[in-house]
């Protein structure tokens, strides 16, 4: 983590931590020559031992500065060693036993006079870093820290085998780490101990472990068996219990050859240990105390690995100067709120404003956020999952008590922080900021009702009549979503809330939605008396005459009116003088009554409109694209319509079912059907498991579903934690419906989907390089690549909660997202990238032109997500295609498609479209569950209504584009840092 420093912050609650541990350092599964061994492996394991274990080949200088490497760490932490290592016996050695009288006295002669002349050839001609190692090991066979000891291979004869055949049996190059916990580390391999091998050392080794490890998203077992192989192998030498083998203690002359390179000074560093010059360190010190010197208000801003745009900017600045005041930040898909928010909080940590901070982010985005922190603002913030703290590398901090207090900066998942139990933990420490990400899905679980029943996270948030919530527990809120207005324009007025909106605005929802009412009616009809109140609340509870607004007015109408009309919200008489305006007066007073709200005060959204203007005025050089989306309406064959029917008929049938006996209870249901869009393979994926869940009644109704199943319910409906099971009659009829059909849907071999789009992909790469497609669902994916890998090979890969995925050739390999995203965008290989919906979150393409929506999620705000991946400042091509997959004459493909007329599907970014399109989805949502006779029957009215509320979108919308700050600096020149 980057750490601020220079000042005393309030002290952290946080317990102090144990002793270093073995498990706390993300050890790779093996390294190999062109690996950093030294500062990788052998330093951090060192520092966290306490007993080192290690063999070696032949007695002689290199081979112990080979087994040496990082042992200072040991006479740090008062470890011990044990070293096994060969000696270079000669024929002439062996012939000496021969003709000597006493054995085994003569053996011990021979390996003494071997492991002499191993040193005396080495004598005043040593390098340096070697000499130091050398005078390590001296240092800990005199304090009694190390112990050595010699092995001979045994020949059928019983005496020592020598040289040149000796090599053929002992060249081991293992070893075995334990800390004082008992975990171990070991390592098996090979290397060059030579004279002149042994500083690069061109060693390769694997690495095992006694705990579980995790490789990307997958989980390692621990490698028991395999320690206890080497440890096993290590003892029987060690002991001399091994037949083949005579073991023997170091000779004394040796030991005392080797004690004559005792150093006069206790050794704690390794002599290619790296280590700051004189001028590194004058210049560490110059960078921590930086941040605190005079003109220097960006430089945790300028020494970030990104360099921000100018909208971006011009939000980072204001909110680092305000802190600790909280905000909104509601940008475009696309337009970059996670760089705004993280980059203030690099800023306000390295300036030590924030010494303790919180990111709640819906589960499928947490490690998202942990590498774009990393990447882009270099903080390394560890993420709470599965009982432990992992850093980006997945270095694990074992926990010593509440992760919420251990870590004075975390990332967390908003699922984990508003369960009902971990509610009290999660409020127990205070913040210097919390950020919240996705922070529309704490909301009302309905609307219109006299009692708001908040969901859970939105009680976490704000509190309950039981206990403060998360706002109270911090100094600032950084709240993050595209959509603040989902459903209605309440939702924004919770938010607001949640950031310190006071006075009348914040005294009540009523007062808040009722001034926007009243500005979307004509001007003579408005309730002034009540518009001005409120502006002069606004004025009176913090909020400023905006320079920039006042200066255009008074040029419109002159200082003299200007000031008669800016003086109305403080006039007793403001009604008579509202009516005694002129209509430029009176136009330019409903323009301040709209310009000076508590939106613009808590409020940053920037839109592409906002960027061409940007662009004309010279300050955005780079292209912001047009976008040209299509609708593909895919017909079903007759084997799968008949399916596709039976499938639906068995979903909405248990729906009803299962909701008739309690609510909540046929969600399940919802989630198949929803799989069924995108494809007969997730659906029978998801059906199988279905199966696998009703034919086991200890189950847990969770067991069947996966976090993309229910992420957006679960944050927004609470749905993981209302869910039940059914009961024995539910689950054996639902059983008998499932195996009527499920073998056919494991048969079916025909996809007319997935021949469309590879019919489609070979159109496209006529003219484009590239294209990426995007799935709900993993299976889906699964499916895909396998499918696409037969005609494009290492063409294709993947990206995933798995993380990053291609084809070697011969199978699927884990790699790291940015390798998979950094090869996308060369084009070079990579021409087919397939994405989940996790992957919507963080991936910028500005190299591909080309989106491909497989499958349609409910909602279409999703569907933004998806293309703003690719619809970014700075996309190379002038216009980006976007196909959207339906299948022909199911409800979503009907609903999309009556609706067209109406909405011009994401041709533009949305705006006060947002809570029409989220009813969309509820619409779609609601006749997909419904029985086919009864959707009929609904379809019409459903739809009707719909299209009523998009011909009058801006009834009772909030139109943030227009309240909020979209004014376009002068110029966007700004200071050196320092």
Excluded at 44 to 62: D, I, K
Excluded at 163 to 170: A, C, G, V
Aim: proline letters at 6%; a negative charge; hydrophobic letters at 35%.
């Amino acid at each position: 983590m980057l750490a601020p420093t220079g000042q005393q912050g309030r002290p952290s609650n946080r317990p102090p931590g144990p002793a270093l541990s073995l498990p706390s350092h993300r050890f790779r599964i093996s390294y190999s020559p062109t690996d950093d061994r030294l500062h990788d492996f052998y330093l951090p394991a060192l520092e966290r031992c306490v007993t080192y274990r290690r063999s070696t080949g032949y007695f002689r200088s290199s081979a112990l500065a080979v087994a040496a490497a990082g042992v200072a760490r040991l006479v740090k932490n008062d470890g011990s060693m044990r070293l096994l290592c060969g000696a270079d016996l000669s024929s002439g050695d062996v012939e000496a036993i021969l003709r000597g009288e006493s054995r085994r006295g003569t053996v011990e002669s021979a390996a003494e006079r071997a492991m002499l002349r191993a040193l005396e050839r080495d004598e005043g001609d040593l390098e340096a870093d070697l000499e130091a190692r050398l005078e390590i090991m001296a240092w800990l066979v005199a304090h009694g820290r190390m112990e050595i000891r010699v092995v001979l291979p045994r020949g059928t004869d019983g005496l020592p085998i020598p040289r040149p055949d000796s090599q053929e049996y002992y060249h081991p190059k293992e070893g075995i780490f334990e800390d004082s916990a008992g975990n171990k580390l070991a390592f098996s391999g090979s290397s060059n101990e030579s004279r002149r091998g042994w500083r690069q050392n061109y060693e390769t080794f694997q690495v095992f472990t006694s705990w579980p490890r995790r490789v990307g998203p997958n989980s390692i077992p621990p490698d028991d068996h395999r320690i206890a192989d080497i440890e096993r192998h290590f003892e029987s030498l060690w002991n001399g219990t091994d037949p083949g083998w005579i073991a023997l203690g170091l000779p004394e002359a040796v030991r005392q050859r080797l004690l004559k390179r005792i150093p006069a000074k206790r050794p704690t560093t390794d002599p290619l240990e790296r280590r700051p010059s004189p001028e590194e360190r004058t210049a560490f010190r110059f960078v921590r105390h930086a941040p605190f010197m005079p003109d220097a208000p960006r430089i945790g801003i300028e020494t970030a690995a990104v360099t921000p745009w100018p909208h971006q900017n011009r939000v980072i600045e204001a909110v680092v100067e305000q802190f600790p005041k909280s905000f909104l930040f509601c940008d475009e898909v696309g337009l970059g709120k996670t760089i705004e928010a993280g980059l203030a909080l690099r800023q306000l940590i390295v300036t030590g404003r924030v010494r303790r901070s919180l990111i709640l982010a819906p589960a499928s985005v947490v490690r998202q956020w942990q590498e774009e922190l990393w990447e882009k603002c270099a903080l390394n913030f560890p993420r709470y999952e599965r009982g432990t703290l992992i850093d980006v590398h997945g270095g694990e901090t074992p926990l010593t008590g509440s992760p919420w207090e251990q870590a004075d900066h975390l990332i967390a998942s908003s699922q984990l922080a508003k369960r009902r139990d971990r509610r009290e933990e999660v409020l127990k420490p205070e913040w210097d900021l919390v950020l919240v990400d996705e922070a529309h899905h704490a909301r009302r679980r309905e609307f219109g009702t006299r009692t708001p029943r908040h969901n859970h996270l939105l009680q976490l948030l704000s509190g309950t009549r039981e206990g403060p919530g998360i706002k109270d527990r911090t100094r600032c809120l950084y709240l993050l979503t595209a959509t603040p207005m989902q459903v209605d324009p309440v939702e924004v007025w919770d938010l607001l809330k949640l950031l310190g909106l006071e006075g009348r605005w914040g005294a009540g929802e009523d007062y808040f939605l009722r001034f926007f009412e009243e500005l979307r009616t004509p001007p003579g009809q408005r309730d002034w008396p009540f518009l001005l109140e409120m502006t002069r609340d606004y004025f009176d509870t913090g909020g400023r005459l905006d320079p920039a607004f006042e200066e255009r007015a008074s040029s419109k109408l002159g200082p003299v009116r200007w000031n008669a009309v800016k003086d109305l919200p403080k006039t007793i008489k403001a009604p008579a003088k509202v009516k005694a305006l002129d209509p430029a007066a009176r136009h330019i007073l409903g323009q301040m009554v709209r310009h000076h709200t508590p939106i613009r005060t808590f409020v940053w959204r920037n839109g592409r409109g906002l960027l061409h203007r940007y662009r004309e005025r010279g300050i955005l050089a780079e292209r912001v694209p047009k976008r040209n989306p299509t609708n593909e309406w895919i017909a079903f064959t007759p084997v799968e319509q008949d399916l596709y029917d039976r499938i639906e008929e068995y979903i909405s049938h248990f729906y009803r079912l299962y909701e008739e006996r309690r609510k909540g209870l046929g969600f399940v249901m919802t989630v198949y059907r929803r799989r069924l869009t995108s494809s007969f393979h997730a659906a029978r994926a998801s059906l199988g498991r279905r199966r696998e869940f009703l034919m086991d009644p200890d189950a847990e109704v969770s067991g069947a579903l996966s976090e993309e199943d229910l992420e957006q319910d679960d944050l927004g409906l609470d749905a993981a934690e209302d869910m039940a099971a059914p009961d024995a009659e539910a689950r054996r009829i639902e059983l008998e419906y499932l195996d009527d059909f499920i073998g056919e849907l494991e048969a079916l071999t025909v996809d007319s989907k997935l021949e469309f789009l590879k019919g489609q992909l070979g159109r496209i790469f006529l003219s484009r390089d590239s294209a990426i497609l995007f799935t709900q669902y993993t299976d889906t994916m699964d499916y895909l690549r396998d499918s696409l890998r037969a005609v494009y090979g290492s063409g294709v890969a993947c990206y995933s909660g798995r993380g990053g995925e291609s084809w070697d050739g011969e199978r699927w390999i884990l790699r790291s997202k940015e390798s998979i995203k950094e090869e996308f965008r060369k084009g070079e290989t990579i021409r087919i990238l397939l994405c989940t919906e996790s992957a919507s979150e963080g991936l910028n393409l500005q190299t591909c032109g080309v989106l491909i929506n497989y499958d349609m999620p409910w909602n279409p705000m999703r569907v933004e997500q998806r293309i703003g991946r690719i619809d970014r400042i700075g996309q190379r091509h002038e216009e980006v295609h976007v196909h959207n997959y339906f299948f022909k004459d199911t409800v979503e493909a009907k609903v999309y498609e009556r609706l067209s007329a109406r909405i011009d599907w994401f041709e533009d970014v949305v705006g006060t479209l947002q809570p029409i399109l989220h009813n969309v989805g509820r619409a779609i949502r609601k006749l997909a569950m419904m029985e086919r006779d009864e959707r009929d029957a609904a379809f019409g009215d459903t739809v009707s209504e719909l299209e009523s509320q998009a011909g009058s979108r801006d009834r009772t919308a909030i139109d943030l584009d227009e309240l909020v700050d979209q004014s376009v600096p002068a110029s966007v020149e700004s200071a050196s840092p320092v």
